[in-house]
């Protein structure tokens, strides 16, 4: 008897994601990084009271740069509601240039800080895969 190739697909991502469900609760990594504005953002201050999605992402990334289209309208749509979005770019020296027009070409809302040297990233996403999200609950 032939079975078809979506019957074992759906476990198989299932098996696949379960590292994701249930794992044990972790606290978040305390950081603080520059803003495109040259403020600073630390994580901290928002802990406790938001919803935090932490998206980390670069402008050579076309996924990312997707991603952050959907991140826009979520946060729009949410943030009313204790939801917030921090991009954490992760471009190095010679890209960062390109961050601050992307963001204001896109008309990006959300907080977008400067991870330059990714000792953020490296907490969060030790293997260095982007685009890679957290998200952190209150």
């Given at each position: 008897m032939k079975r078809p190739f979506h019957a074992f697909l759906l476990p198989a991502l299932l098996l696949l994601s379960l590292?994701?469900?249930?794992?044990?609760?972790?606290e978040a990594s305390d950081?603080?990084?520059?803003?495109?504005?040259?403020?600073?953002?630390?994580?901290?201050d928002r802990l406790g009271k938001e919803v935090i999605y932490l998206s980390f992402w670069a402008t050579?990334?076309?996924?990312?740069?997707?991603?952050?289209?959907?991140?826009e309208r979520l946060y729009r749509k949410y943030r009313t509601r204790g939801f917030t979005v921090i991009a954490v770019?992760?471009?190095?020296?010679?890209?960062?240039?390109?961050?601050?027009?992307f963001v204001r070409?896109?008309?990006?809302?959300?907080?977008?800080?400067?991870?330059?040297?990714?000792q953020v990233a490296g907490r969060y996403d030790p293997a260095g895969v982007i685009p890679y999200g957290v998200l952190i609950d209150r």
């Open positions: 590292p994701l469900w249930g794992g044990e609760k972790e950081f603080t990084l520059e803003t495109l504005s040259g403020g600073r953002l630390s994580l901290s050579w990334c076309t996924p990312c740069k997707l991603e952050m289209g959907q991140l770019n992760v471009d190095d020296s010679e890209t960062v240039s390109q961050v601050r027009p070409q896109k008309r990006f809302t959300f907080p977008v800080v400067l991870d330059r040297d990714r």
